[in-house]
């Protein structure tokens, strides 16, 4: 699959409305990604996480050696909760670097 990332993004809102504006205006700025591990977040921190997107995360830490960039493709990992998604890529740090939303407009 191919998403639209963003670094520095402070929360959801923002990531949405990043995504959105990338679809509208039909930017090139894609990334070959594949999603290597889901990870279902527990409600009490799921709002935490997405409301503070570059604090130091514990999902991320855990996995990220599993997050890399190699032959133009995006391993990332996906943090699920019950109404949101990010796809997210640490790029070494131990926050969200770069994340990115599956999302598809009309």
Known sequence: ME???FRNVSNYDELKEKTIHAYKIKSINKR???IVK???LEE???DYYFE???TDNQYV???WEIMKKENGVWYCIELVADDK???VMADG???ARFVAMRFEID
């Open 44 to 46: 009490r921190n799921a």
């Open 38 to 40: 889901t990870i279902k």
């Open 93 to 95: 740090y131990p926050y």
């Open 52 to 54: 503070n997107i570059m």
């Open 85 to 87: 998604s990010m796809v």
């Open 3 to 5: 998403l639209y990332f």
């Open 32 to 34: 070959k990604t594949e």
């Open 61 to 63: 830490v855990e996995n």
